[in-house]
C-alpha cells in the first residue's frame, strides 16, 4: 500500500460543477501540499497546509490530521482546471532536525472538464 | 524573474550512453531536488542537495549521480548503469530556513532513451 493514496485516480466533469479530490496517508506529516501539473508536465504549488482549511479563488484545500486525510475542492469548474492533480506530504523532519522538504507523492488525479 | 530552468524539455539518446540534465535556480534557494515521475506513478526522489558541495541518495539513486558545485546549478547525470532511464525528470528548490519550506517546479525533462 502507497504511503500516499489519491481518489479517484481519474475525473471527468462537466462544466460548471463542484469537483472533490481526496487523498489519504499513512505517515506522520508536518505539512500537505496539493500541486497542479499541467499536459507540458510543468508543476505548480496550490496549497500548503498543515491544519484546518485554506482557500484561493475557486480552490479550497482542507486537511483532518487525525484522520490523516485531506480534500481539495473545485467550484464552478471550467475547461481550464483540467491537469493531473498531485497530492505529497513532507514527512517531518530529518535525522539532523532540519526540515528539508522531502516529499511523498501520491500518484495523481487525472481531471478533465468539459466545456 | 525567479525561477527555476531545466533544459532541454526534450533529450533522446541512444541506450548504453550517459546524459546529463540541467537544472539551474535563481532563487536563491539551499535546497534542491531530483524527481523522476513515470506513468500511473507518483514522483520519486532520486538525489536532494540541502547545501553546496553535498547531496544525498532518495529512494531510486542507482544509475544516477548528482554534483552540486554552485548554489544555482544540480546537474543530474543519468548513467548507462540506469535500467529503465526513459522517463519525465523533475528539477525542483525550496528554502530550508523555515517550518514549511515550499518546494518550486521546474518544467521538466523528456528523456527518450532509444
Known amino acids: 500500500k502507497n504511503e500516499v493514496e489519491q481518489s479517484p485516480q481519474n475525473l471527468t466533469a462537466q462544466e460548471g460543477e463542484f469537483i472533490t479530490i481526496n487523498c489519504s496517508y499513512s505517515v506522520g506529516i508536518s505539512a500537505l501540499h496539493w500541486l497542479q501539473q499541467h499536459p507540458g508536465g510543468g508543476i505548480v504549488s496550490l496549497f500548503m497546509?498543515?491544519?484546518g482549511k485554506k482557500k484561493h479563488g475557486r480552490l479550497i484545500a482542507t486537511i483532518n490530521i487525525q484522520e490523516k486525510h485531506s480534500s481539495l475542492h473545485i467550484t464552478a469548474s471550467h475547461p481550464r482546471d483540467s491537469a493531473v492533480y498531485i497530492c505529497?506530504?513532507?514527512?517531518?523532519?530529518?535525522?539532523?532536525?532540519?526540515?528539508?522538504?522531502?516529499?511523498?507523492f501520491g500518484q495523481g488525479t487525472i481531471l478533465t472538464v468539459h466545456p | 524573474d525567479g525561477g527555476i530552468t531545466q533544459s532541454p524539455k526534450y533529450l533522446f539518446r541512444k541506450e548504453g550512453q550517459n546524459v546529463t540534465l540541467s537544472c539551474e535556480q535563481n532563487l536563491n534557494h539551499d535546497a534542491m531536488y531530483w524527481y523522476r515521475q513515470d506513468p500511473g506513478q507518483g514522483l520519486r526522489l532520486i538525489y536532494y542537495?540541502?547545501?553546496?558541495?553535498?547531496?544525498q541518495k532518495g529512494d531510486i539513486a542507482e544509475g544516477y549521480s548528482v554534483s552540486r558545485e554552485k548554489k544555482e546549478s544540480f546537474p543530474l547525470t543519468v548513467t548507462s548503469a540506469q535500467k529503465n532511464p526513459t522517463a519525465f525528470y523533475l528539477c525542483?528548490?525550496?528554502?530550508?530556513?523555515?517550518?514549511?519550506?515550499?518546494?518550486?517546479f521546474g518544467p521538466g525533462t523528456r528523456l527518450t532513451v532509444l
Open positions: 497546509l498543515s491544519s
Open positions: 505529497a506530504v513532507r514527512s517531518g523532519r530529518d535525522a539532523g532536525g532540519t526540515s528539508y522538504g522531502k516529499l511523498t
Open positions: 542537495s540541502q547545501i553546496v558541495n553535498d547531496f
Open positions: 525542483a528548490s525550496s528554502a530550508t530556513s523555515g517550518d514549511y519550506n515550499e518546494q518550486f
